[in-house]
């Protein structure tokens, strides 16, 4: 029996077909675009882990130099921790100046109409003012020595000019003619003047106890100012010959013995190069004879100066 259900055209049986079709591949493509992005977001997912440590890494990274800051800092912390130590260092360089502006004033300012110290004294600080610094010890070096600057030590100012001529590379005491005595009394009345003395005593060593021991027998008296000489260890030439010290004046003698070999009567000094009033020495007996003293046996065992006399320490 013929179907009797109409029939589309043939033409319109194809769209239908076509549409049909294109149904089915939008549809295919929808799930292989959904399953592609399910893959996308697993592998996302999956790879979440793996990315993490990068994550970290990199938060690491970043994080590297605050972590890297105490490395960094330690330095600073140190310099910071050595710097009170360095500042204590500095204290008394900067804490020192205040002291030292203070001590001029009191030891390099006189009153008007003192004498002002023409030479630095040690211990400027505690030195006191000249016109309260009344002793002083003069020391006359030996041939070949040389002047120093002023000290002070407890109320002695220690005075050391030099000799008043060259001899054996440094200085030495010239005294048996006028002029050269003159000139050498000059050079220490000068240093006892510019310092203020009031009170003096002389010690000499060798060539300058030669010397000291002449300024004893002239009657030197620095204008009643002095009031002892120290001869230690003396060339016994003979310049106490006659000797007529001042009222007031004493004088102690030291004697090492070790110029006993040398220096005897008639010995002349050119032998050794020393410089004698005379040309000769006289003996130590004779020398002490003159001196109107008793040789004193000095602590030196050799031909070296006695450092602190008691005589140039207190009186």
């Known amino acids: ?25 939008v549809v295919a493509a929808g799930a292989i675009v959904t399953v ?53 260092a500095r204290v008394p360089s900067t804490t020192a100046p205040p002291t030292a502006d203070v001590a001029p004033s009191v030891a390099t300012e006189p009153p008007p109409g003192a004498a002002r110290r023409t030479t630095p004294l040690v211990a400027e600080a505690a030195a006191p003012n000249p016109a309260n610094a009344t002793h002083c010890a003069v020391r006359l070096h030996g041939k070949g020595g040389g002047g120093s600057a002023a000290s002070v030590q407890g109320d002695v100012t220690y005075l050391a000019p030099a000799g008043n001529a060259s001899g054996w590379g440094g200085r030495q005491w010239l005294y048996s003619t006028e002029s050269a005595y003159q000139t050498a009394r000059a050079a220490v009345a000068d240093v006892i003047d510019a310092a203020g003395c009031t009170r003096v005593v002389v010690g000499g060593f060798s060539n300058g106890a030669a010397f000291a021991a002449k300024l004893y027998c002239r009657g030197e008296d620095f204008g ?32 090492t013995g070790a110029l006993e070999g040398q220096a005897q009567p008639g010995w002349s000094c050119a032998q050794a190069d020393w410089t004698c009033d005379g040309g000769s020495t006289i003996g130590i007996t004779a020398y002490a004879a003159a001196l109107g003293t008793p040789s004193v046996a ?5 031909h070296a100066p006695y450092p602190n006399p008691p005589e140039l320490t207190r009186f």
């Open 36 to 88: 592609t992005a399910l893959g996308a977001e697993r592998q996302e997912t999956s790879a979440g882990p793996t990315a993490a440590p990068a994550t970290s890494t990199a938060a690491t990274s970043t994080l590297a130099p605050p972590a890297a800051a105490p490395t960094t800092a330690a330095p600073t912390s140190t310099t910071t921790q050595a710097a009170p130590a360095a500042e204590v």
């Open 1 to 25: 029996m013929p179907d009797a259900t109409p029939r589309a055209p043939r033409g319109k049986r194809r769209t239908t077909g076509l549409v049909v079709m294109l149904g089915v591949l």
């Open 224 to 255: 009643g100012r002095l009031v002892r000489v120290v001869v230690d260890d003396p060339v016994t030439d003979h310049a106490v010959e006659g000797c007529s010290p001042a009222r007031g004046v004493a004088v102690t003698l030291y004697w």
């Open 298 to 302: 000095s602590p030196m065992r050799e």
